[in-house]
């Protein structure tokens, strides 16, 4: 790998572990797409929370929509280890696609609830189906269907995932946190992920779709057991690790 491209992988190493595992189990022409994309995604979704001064995280996330648009525009762009080996790999197209990624992002900065199931809904379809979407689009055509679907389960999983972690840092994450609100949560997940398995994808964007190794698994345990998103025993390493391993060698998510 290029330099850039090795620095974008150790960010993901450290700020997206399951990412990163997943793009080391694509084969090495996707990796180096990959991983710009996830140490982009990387940056972007901590940007709010390195900081307690919401102004100061405005700026933070209004640098990576103006670094978009400059690899939009087509001409130079600014050094950084992240946006270069980026511009060699975005259409103009998917990095305008990607702005409302970050726009959305300004909900992290501050800890406004969400006023319906419906404004989460929206938030992943634009922080994580946009990001699945993308990376299907730069491996190759014919996951477009897919990706959607798709992603809004990653997102759903990922979400409840992280319920303890945003409630501990004065977030309110779900807009009902009761067995029956988790449970609608985990089933329009859990919509999604068939959805978007009706849908047959070539073999060179299936790289794209390794991170939703344990979607499934996740997203079933919300459903059953509500609790465990409220204690955060959704999933663990290794789990996550023997749901990865299966993906890769199946191609079945």
Known sequence: MSEDVAACAAIV???DPHRFRAAMAAPVPAREKLFPLYAFNVEVSRAPWVTSEPG????????WIEALEEIAAGGAV?????VLPLAL???????RALIPLIEARQWDIY???????AALADYLAD???RLVQVASGMLGQGGEAAAQGAGLALGVANWLTAVPTLKAAG?????????????????????????????SIPRSVRPAFLPMAGVARMLRAARARPDRVRKGTLDSPFRARLSLMKTALTGRW
């Open 13 to 15: 190493e450290k700020g």
């Open 56 to 63: 100061i995280a405005e700026i933070r996330l209004q640098w």
């Open 78 to 82: 600014r050094r950084h280890e992240v």
């Open 89 to 95: 790999n975005l259409s103009a197209d998917q990095a």
């Open 111 to 117: 800890s406004d609830p969400f006023a319906s199931d």
């Open 127 to 129: 922080t994580s189906a």
């Open 171 to 199: 977030r309110h994450p779900l807009p009902d946190d009761s067995d029956a609100g988790i449970r609608v949560l985990a089933e329009a997940g859990l919509d999604h992920l068939a959805q978007s398995r009706r849908t």
